[in-house]
């Protein structure tokens, strides 16, 4: 047996998984991590003479390498250096070495071009000292290295000695252990040094589609975290809490248990020890020299893990997400040997199909309709905490209650650890469009592969309880080996929650049908489409991944990544900046608008159609799926945001500054909403609450461009609970100008306001052509409405009064708005900016935004923001819009 077989304990195919997951973040007891993500440098083997066992030596002259960022990739780090330009600006990216040029082609299927410099294996390395605690204490003689992603081949060497090799280290989402007592020095410095090979095209690697452009590394390098843990003789592994309710949920039985191991040559008497729920557990525990059993405190065994009317995790609209933790101890005369702990929800999801065929969830047994995003890492993979904290506040401040996840997104612990916190479903599984599909080009290694990536990643998934279901394939479902491989290893690993064979309607053999759809549309459609569309994208089903186009990020926000000479006319810097293969332009989008809207004749004129017509797009798809609920079950907006500056498909852009596609996802998804159904020209009113509701009243109002009434209708209602309840058919557009407002409001009983809801219509209709839809990317348009009416509203002042408070958490900013005009002030937009450089304050977190007021109506509204985030600026607050004379304040 070679050196580094015997060192890298457990090689075979179920590698470690979460262990990181399993440990305290902040504790410094021996057994808790020590994080190694300082002092890296980096550089290409192709210029490196040096031999693997000097590089991996303490001493070794490193000076002139290129800093290294980890976690992180090859490009990120001589991005980080400046070596490389900034990616993110115009056409860089295509001055990189190795670029990958051709947009029409997925870069993951390709070879890297011949003369790339990427083709080269790259050294990571960096020297650690090890903490004095980790050596002091006899109990904790065992000493293991861990890293939980690298991407993709890698081989590892520790104070000179090869400790894995890239036969052994293979697959970008497999998590990885070696014990390293014996080469650990504990005085001075340890060198540690990781040789990584890029993926190749056939490999399970991290993979970009036509969201945007691949790095020419491929995002080579330590994706994800590495550290140092030390333990007894007795290791504590994948420590689990399942928690199942009774058919009432009212009661729940708890299951804990963890996966011990022996790593010594003689056998050991240990004690296994459990918390959880003020509950005390220990039993007794014999292994065998290196044995490894999950050793399970069952309810059948400890009746104390019966729970009466326990606390429940919710999604955060529909209750508390309420967390417990679940500590673990393995001790050995009585000393520690092993220690974990893991937050835990005590939850249950189902699924089911409808009688229409859709996949229907339920929490604790009440029906969710899944309204969620896509949620994407950045492109280099550069991890931020405070973007991560920005991205999901989001989801919770536009009603969101879902993100999906999807291939090289099963990210960081963090990011799950925070969803659990706050409520937010996650959706996760394996990526389309490459080698995770191609089961035809799989070897018995890429088998291996799959079958460890699945282990590692389900492992530390489980214990999460906002992680509801695993899609095991993506736009197609795997063959039935596959599918049996994938649906063995949840079973085996007590996968607590619903699995879906794919994110298509493809039915399979093993698992019949999905009970979900992946129709599109990914380009520009028009809000009729989403309430007409009986045989693709439209309002029924669970569409797992959809979008009405591109989204054009604001002026301040287009200037940051397309140079200053090219913001208009629209040309192929912002095509770069569009997606890929058939999404490299934004034409389908333009030819709409221009139809619709009328030509734009400058940035400003074509950047406040687009925010109008994104806004009316994105509240009309929510809309349409609210209003058919439990017909439709559910619709995921592809995407919430972009790996890099984009054009397309965001909800807010790379710079975290929202637009119009925001707030009309926003209005739309509130949980008491009124609503426009321009299918059959009436208003509905969604509940989203659980109980029903009685005495509402609706109120509609119609009026001509020159704001003049032209007919109005109320009734008082009852709301069934979770339901969309009809209110009342509007009248006829007659006697009404070419393009019309159309204003809603919903009072409470008590006459207090509940919803309202502004529409911009015209009466020649948007026309769908069903006859010649290609593909489900888009359906093309026979007539378009004639909103072009908009351009003769007069410009309008309003009287603004701008205040601010300044809080514990952070600053709000109230602003009163009042339209003195006798027209229509057309979606009026607040920004928050940094008054000494323009930039936006970024996150801000608007009551609501691009909204219109009618003659002499008033509204207030607030802005909320960390101060932090103004970067020690003055903040000021912009006011302009559609037909709105800009003032700052």
């Not at 000292?129 to 690298?150: D, E, M, Q, S």
């Not at 394996?430 to 070897?443: G, P, Q, R, V």
């Not at 949980?671 to 509402?696: F, M, P």
Request: negative net charge.
């Amino acid at each position: 047996m070679s050196r580094f077989r015997s060192v890298l304990l457990f090689s075979s195919i179920l590698v470690f998984g979460s262990i990181l997951a399993a440990r305290t973040y902040g504790d410094d007891s021996p057994t808790s991590p020590v994080f190694l993500h300082s002092n890296w440098r980096l550089e290409s083997s192709c210029k490196v003479t040096a031999k693997a066992e000097s590089i991996s030596t303490p001493g070794f002259d490193d000076s002139k390498w290129h800093p290294a960022i980890v976690p992180g990739t090859v490009v990120g780090a001589l991005v980080a250096d400046k070596t490389l330009p900034e990616p993110n600006y115009g056409k860089n990216l295509n001055s990189f070495p190795g670029a990958f040029t051709d947009n029409k082609r997925q870069a993951a299927n390709l070879d890297m071009p011949p003369d790339s410099p990427f083709r080269c294996s790259h050294w990571f390395r960096t020297e650690f000292a090890v903490p004095v605690r980790k050596f002091n204490t006899f109990a904790y003689a065992n000493h293991w290295l861990h890293f939980l992603g690298i991407n993709y081949r890698a081989n590892i060497w520790l104070n000179g000695k090869q400790i894995a090799g890239r036969a052994d280290v293979a697959g970008a989402y497999r998590a990885y252990e070696f014990s390293i007592g014996d080469l650990l020095h504990g005085e001075g410095k340890n060198a540690l040094a990781v040789e990584i090979f890029a993926p190749e095209k056939n490999d399970l690697g991290l993979t970009w589609v036509d969201w945007n452009p691949t790095p020419p590394d491929k995002d080579t390098g330590i994706w994800r975290e590495v550290f140092l843990t030390s333990s007894g003789d007795v290791t504590l592994r994948h420590p689990f809490a399942n928690a199942k309710l009774d058919s009432a949920y009212k009661s729940a039985v708890l299951t804990l248990s963890a996966e011990l191991r022996n790593t010594s040559d003689h056998a050991v008497k240990a004690t296994f020890i459990a918390e959880a729920a003020d509950i005390h557990l220990t039993q007794p525990v014999e292994l065998a020299p290196k044995e490894s059993k999950i050793i399970r405190f069952s309810p059948d065994q400890f009746s104390q893990l019966k729970l009466a009317n326990p606390h429940l995790w919710w999604p955060y609209q529909m209750g508390e997400p309420y967390l417990y933790t679940a500590k673990f101890r393995v001790e050995i005369s009585d000393a520690t040997s092993d220690s974990a702990s893991v937050p835990f929800g005590i939850r249950e999801v189902t699924s089911e199909l409808t009688e229409t065929g859709g996949r229907l969830f339920k929490v604790n047994g009440k029906r969710v309709l899944i309204r969620g995003a896509a949620w994407t890492s950045d492109m280099l993979l550069r991890w931020d905490s405070h973007k991560l904290d920005a991205d999901l506040a989001y989801v919770k401040d536009m009603g969101l209650n879902t993100i999906r996840l999807e291939g090289n997104k099963p990210d960081r612990d963090e990011f799950f650890y925070d969803t659990d916190k706050l409520g937010i479903l996650v959706m996760t599984g394996w990526i389309c469009c490459d080698a995770w599909e191609h089961w035809n080009k799989w070897t018995p290694e890429t088998k291996k592969i799959a079958a460890a990536s699945m282990i590692d990643q389900a492992s530390r998934l489980r214990n999460h309880p906002s992680v509801f279901v695993w899609l095991y394939g993506s736009d197609g479902p795997p063959p039935a080996e596959i599918e049996n491989m994938y649906l063995d290893i949840l079973k085996n690993l007590e996968w607590p929650n619903p699995t879906v064979s794919s994110a298509s309607e493809t039915p399979t053999k093993v698992t019949g049908k999905s009970g979900v759809k992946m129709t599109g549309p990914y380009e520009y459609v028009p809000p009729v489409y989403w309430f007409t569309d009986t045989k693709a994208g439209g309002a029924y089903g669970y569409n797992t991944e959809t979008s009405p186009g591109p989204a054009i990020p604001t002026k301040e926000s287009l200037a940051k990544f397309i140079p200053k000479e090219h913001l208009w006319p629209i040309d192929d810097y912002w095509n770069f900046h569009a997606g890929g293969e058939r999404f490299t332009t934004i034409d389908v989008f333009r030819d709409a608008l221009e139809k619709r809207y009328g030509a734009p004749t400058s940035l400003d004129d074509f950047e406040r159609k687009s925010q109008a017509m994104t806004y009316d797009n994105q509240r009309s798809m929510y809309e349409a799926y609210a209003r058919n609920k439990y017909v439709s079950t559910g619709v995921i907006q592809w995407m919430l945001n972009n790996a890099w500056p984009s054009l397309i498909w965001h909800l807010y852009d790379y710079y975290l500054v929202p637009a119009g596609g925001y707030f009309g996802t926003k209005k739309a998804t509130e949980i008491v909403h009124v609503q426009y159904d321009c299918d059959t020209n009436s208003v509905s009113v969604i509940n989203g609450k659980y109980e029903a509701l009685k005495g509402y009243k609706v109120t509609a109002k119609l009026y001509n461009i020159d704001a003049k009434e032209a007919g109005s209708r109320d009734a008082t209602i009852d709301l069934a609970a979770d339901a969309a309840t009809k209110a009342f058919d509007l009248p006829a557009p007659t006697n009404l100008s070419t393009t019309y407002f159309l204003k809603l409001q919903l009072h409470d009983a008590s006459g207090n306001p509940v919803s309202d809801n502004f529409y911009w219509l015209s009466t020649k209709p948007d026309t769908m052509d069903w006859k010649h839809k290609k593909d489900t990317v888009y359906t093309p348009q026979k007539d378009f409405a004639d909103l072009t009416g908009l351009k003769s509203l007069p410009q309008v002042k309003l009287d603004v009064v701008a205040g601010s408070l300044q809080a514990s958490r952070g600053v709000s900013s109230e602003v009163r708005v009042k339209n003195p005009s006798n027209s229509v002030a057309f979606m009026v937009h607040l920004r928050l900016f940094q008054r000494e450089n323009g930039d936006d304050v970024a996150p801000a977190f608007w009551s609501d935004n691009y909204f219109s007021l009618l003659p002499g109506e008033e509204k207030t509204v607030s802005g909320h923001f960390n101060a932090d985030d103004a970067h020690g600026n003055h903040v000021g607050v912009q006011i302009d819009g559609y037909n709105i004379v800009p003032q700052t304040f």
